[in-house]
Structures are given as structure tokens and as C-alpha cells.
């Protein structure tokens, strides 16, 4: 058997194609490695695999197969990648992101920073408490990313199971995976939002379009927006400020009458909210509440850096790819 790795950097990743020629086969595969570590350790699991082929009929060690397992997960992860990366480039270079996140992209070390720094409702300080033991437990259950951790909790039985194997508490998970849920965008109907009018209902129920996550994919999913007035006859203000709703309730705690009056105090986006700061927000959306009398309660600068906080992670996410 006769193996032959090529590493290429193609910006911003490093590409390695690895080629296997065994019994006149030939097997190639390529992947995208995000982390010079990762180069490391793929080649890593290349000589792993042709010491395999060497002693095939010796038994291995139960600590070597364990880790070639491992490596052999993270070879696929690193394929999964590069098919995405290959799809990115069929679309001209344009990410388009989709109204959810993709939680594989925040590392568990990463979101152990965001917790850490997140305000918590009271019910969930626990999250707060002995955090760097936690998340080692986390860490040795081979646990790499959100998107895996929030699997690990998905059910009941793998909760328990999650439980047994990390020796962190039932109780513990249970608001963790409460908390990795409201890190993903909520879906809010169109008719919620305030000042949309029975006409322009009608005509997007008619084009398929009755919640927040109908009408940003379908309006990011277009390279040329003059197609929306071609598909759905209403005007371009109206079909922006809808974009616009649509993004801004994708933050946690942000509901159709909260994306208003953000919008209306001249926050456009998810972005214009990251780049805010709460005391200058709870400023701007005062000064609109005070006029259009969307809300009742009294907000203060807690609940703006509620929403900042949580929109800066959605830009993290979308914009740099891998949160690492």
C-alpha cells in the first residue's frame, strides 16, 4: 500500500489531498484544515493508517485504536468541511448563511467564553458556577462543538446517558441545552409584526411567505431584489424594512414588536445592533417607544446588552466561519 499526502494553502484555508494506491485502487480524498494543529494531526492519522497496514494482523493497542477512531472522526469532519467550502465556491464566492446557525462552527472552548461573559437569567446562574470543571468534563467526552454537545443532550436518554459519562448532574444539562437553545434563532410570524396590513399579508401567504424564516431566505436567496417586486407586488420599502424585521428577531429575546422598535430607532440589522453600545440604544429605542408606545415594561441598559451580547455571537458565527 502506498500512500502520498500534497498540502496546498488556497486562502484561508490549508487544502490536503491525500491519495491511497492499495492493490492497484486508488483512493484520493481531499480536506479542508482550519487549524495548523488539524495539519498536524491529519497527518497524524496518515502514518497511524499505514502502520494499520503494516501490522494488520498484529492486534493493536487499545490506546492506539482509540485514537486513530478519533482522527478518522476528525478526517470526516474535515471532508464535511470541504464540501461546504466546495459548495461556496459553486456559488460564486457568496456564503449564504440561512436564518440558523450552524452551532459545529462555535468551539466548546469558545462557548465557555461566551458564557462566561453572558448575562444569565437567574434560574441559570448555575452555569456560572465552576465553569473550568465543567467544561473539562465536557472536553473529555471527546465533545469538540456546540453543534455535538447540543446532540449529546437531545433527548432525555442521551441526556442520562451524557450524565453518567461526564459526571456533571442532570440538573446542570438540563439548563445547559435550555441555554444552547436560545442561542438559536427564534421563527416569528409576519402578521406579528406591527404595522403590516392586511394587503401585504395576503400577497406573501399567497407566495408561501408567512413567518420571519419564509421571508429572509427567500429575500437573501435572490442576487438580483428587483425579482421580489416581480413575485410579490409590494414596494421596495416595505420589502427591506420586512428583511430587516425578519434578521433582527433571529436575536434572542427580540420578538416582532422589539425588531420594531429597533427599527425604528434606526437599527437595520443584526450587525447594527453588534456594533452598538447599550447605553446609546436604550437612548434611541426609548425615544421611539416614547412616541409609538410599542411596549409597556421599563427596559434598561441590561436588557440592550442582553441583545448585543447575542447579536455579536450570530456575527462571529456568520462572518469568521469558525469560532475556535
Not at 420578538?255 to 437595520?268: E, H, L, M, R, T
Not at 437612548?283 to 416614547?290: K, L, Q
Request: glycine content about 6%.
Amino acid at each position: 500500500m502506498n500512500t502520498k499526502l500534497t498540502v496546498y494553502f488556497d486562502n484561508p484555508f490549508w487544502v490536503g489531498v491525500f491519495e491511497r494506491l492499495d492493490d492497484g485502487l486508488l483512493e484520493t480524498s481531499i480536506v479542508v484544515l482550519v487549524q495548523s494543529q488539524r495539519i498536524m494531526r491529519f497527518m497524524l492519522l496518515i502514518k497511524l493508517e499505514q502502520e494499520s497496514g503494516k501490522q494488520e494482523n498484529k492486534k493493536a493497542s487499545k490506546e492506539k485504536r482509540e485514537e486513530l477512531e478519533q482522527l478518522k472522526f476528525e478526517k470526516k469532519a474535515g471532508e464535511k468541511e470541504g464540501k461546504e467550502k466546495g459548495a461556496l465556491i459553486k456559488n460564486g464566492g457568496v456564503d449564504k448563511v440561512g436564518y440558523s446557525l450552524d452551532l459545529s462552527k462555535i468551539s466548546i472552548e469558545a462557548y465557555k467564553e461566551i458564557l462566561k461573559n453572558q448575562y444569565l437569567l437567574p434560574s441559570r446562574k448555575i452555569l456560572h458556577q465552576d465553569m473550568d470543571s465543567s467544561f473539562d468534563a465536557i472536553h473529555r467526552c471527546r465533545i469538540r462543538n456546540l453543534g455535538e454537545l447540543k446532540n449529546a443532550l437531545s433527548t432525555a436518554q442521551k441526556l442520562s446517558t451524557f450524565s453518567e459519562k461526564s459526571g456533571l448532574s442532570k440538573d446542570y444539562l438540563t439548563i445547559l441545552r435550555r441555554e444552547i437553545g436560545s442561542i438559536e434563532p427564534k421563527v416569528v410570524l409576519i402578521k406579528e409584526f406591527p404595522e403590516i396590513d392586511e394587503k401585504t399579508m395576503d400577497l406573501l401567504t399567497v407566495a408561501g411567505l408567512k413567518s420571519s424564516k419564509d421571508y429572509f431566505e427567500f429575500y437573501d436567496s435572490l442576487k438580483d431584489k428587483n425579482e421580489i417586486t416581480q413575485k410579490i407586488p409590494i414596494s421596495e420599502d416595505k420589502q427591506q424594512e420586512l428583511y430587516c424585521l425578519c434578521d433582527l428577531v433571529r436575536i434572542n429575546g427580540v420578538g416582532a414588536v422589539a425588531a420594531k422598535s429597533f427599527f425604528d430607532a434606526g437599527y437595520k440589522s443584526v450587525s447594527d445592533i453588534a456594533n452598538t453600545n447599550a447605553e446609546e440604544m436604550l437612548e434611541r429605542v426609548s425615544a421611539v417607544n416614547d412616541i409609538k408606545q410599542y411596549y409597556k415594561a421599563k427596559l434598561g441598559t441590561k436588557d440592550m446588552q442582553f441583545c448585543i451580547d447575542f447579536a455579536r455571537i450570530i456575527v462571529s458565527v456568520e462572518e469568521n466561519f469558525v469560532i475556535l
